[in-house]
């Protein structure tokens, strides 16, 4: 009987951390910068293999964007969702580059990019093939309900952080963050 109690007690406490855990997910952040490349696209030709997003990660590589900012405050990756037309069906900016002290100084070629201040729901692809789990991560997030999101996606800034667990493309995770309106 006292194991049996215990176990239960065991379980709730798991439960309730887990649930907490979801909730400590919306996190605040202040305004950043970025220098990096930029188009526009819509997640309707995404989807028909008509997107830019891929070319614009090959030209990242391509031209090797990482040698040309020289400011960048870190090796981080950053891809970013601004100037949204609606929502996730409408077009808007993609953008790839390094997270800077300033933009000050932009080289030529490249565009500065002003992450927006804000609540931002933070969550995590699992460990993947990078262009699978961003994918599935980005699928899941369309059919959240907003009380899972922590609030009504602001379709503002949203952005993902390829870090030091994202080294590896075949074996990645890839931090997102939603922006989430007031």
């Known amino acids: 009987m006292r194991s049996c109690l215990l176990g239960f007690i065991l379980i709730i406490s798991f439960c309730l951390l887990a649930f907490a855990e979801g909730k400590n997910n919306m996190t605040k952040l202040s305004e950043f910068y970025l220098i990096g490349i930029e188009e526009r696209t819509q997640n309707k030709d995404e989807m028909a293999g008509n997107g830019k997003i891929p070319k614009v990660w090959e030209r990242m590589?391509?031209?090797?964007?990482?040698?040309?900012?020289?400011?960048?405050?870190?090796e981080d990756i950053y891809a970013v969702y601004s100037n949204y037309e609606s929502d996730e069906n409408g077009k808007y900016d993609y953008f790839v580059g390094?997270?800077?002290d300033s933009l000050q100084k932009i080289p030529d070629g490249l565009k500065g990019k002003?992450?927006?201040?804000?609540?931002?729901?933070?969550l995590e692809t699992a460990k993947g093939a990078t262009y699978?789990?961003?994918?599935?991560?980005?699928?899941?997030v369309w059919k959240m309900p907003k009380e899972e999101l922590g609030g009504k996606r602001a379709f503002k800034t949203d952005?993902?952080?390829?870090?030091?667990?994202?080294?590896?493309p075949n074996n990645s995770i890839i931090e997102l963050f939603l922006g989430i309106a007031q």
Do not use: C, R
């Not at 992450?115 to 933070?122: P, T």
């Not at 699978?132 to 899941?140: A, N, P, T, Y």
């Not at 952005?159 to 590896?168: Q, V």
């Open 61 to 74: 590589f391509k031209e090797d964007i990482k040698t040309k900012v020289n400011n960048k405050i870190d």
């Open 98 to 100: 390094y997270k800077v």
């Open 114 to 122: 002003k992450v927006l201040s804000g609540s931002y729901k933070k």
């Open 132 to 140: 699978k789990v961003v994918g599935e991560l980005w699928m899941k």
């Open 159 to 168: 952005f993902e952080i390829y870090g030091g667990k994202a080294k590896d």
